[in-house]
């Protein structure tokens, strides 16, 4: 039993027309749809490596490791050593004048154009730029474990510290020297 032609051509047209009306784009830009382009990728079939057998693919691997674990330390190193080269050095400067102590010294204070060095036995001011000694202050058994000085424009207050803790406050005027008070001396030394 045959079907007439006209029958089958019929059905398969009106199988087309019955889905509905299709839509036609607006022809301004701006009413498409927007795509992101990231989301795409494109390979080159003929960049695409072909698959190593088993011992090769080993191999491989393990070089790819070990460029990778060298690449990061290179990139170590040299971030080091940008960090390095970005530092400001400091300004150093040569001494002008080599002072040798004859003792080890406890404590040590600048200010204004002297150094002040406490050890045993008391402590002593030296210039900051002649390396000279300028004044010195000797006590027996008063050995000084630290010094503060504050800068007073022309004058200079000393405050020494011994052993014992008894504090002293020395005034420096035009290279001399002045004992203006002792503090948490004891009466019975």
Known sequence: MSIPRSQVEKKRFSSFTGKG????????????????????VFKDSGQEMDSLPQPYRMINKMVNLLFDQSWKVIQERDALREAELSRIQPVTYPPHVENKLSKMPNCMAVSQDYVFIGGAKGFSIYNLYSAKQICIWEKLKVDVTSIWTTDLGNEILIAPVDEMGIARLFYFYKDSLFLIKAINEASSL
């Open 21 to 40: 009306l299709l839509e036609v784009p607006s022809p301004t830009e701006k009413d498409w749809p927007k795509d992101d382009e990231g989301d795409y």
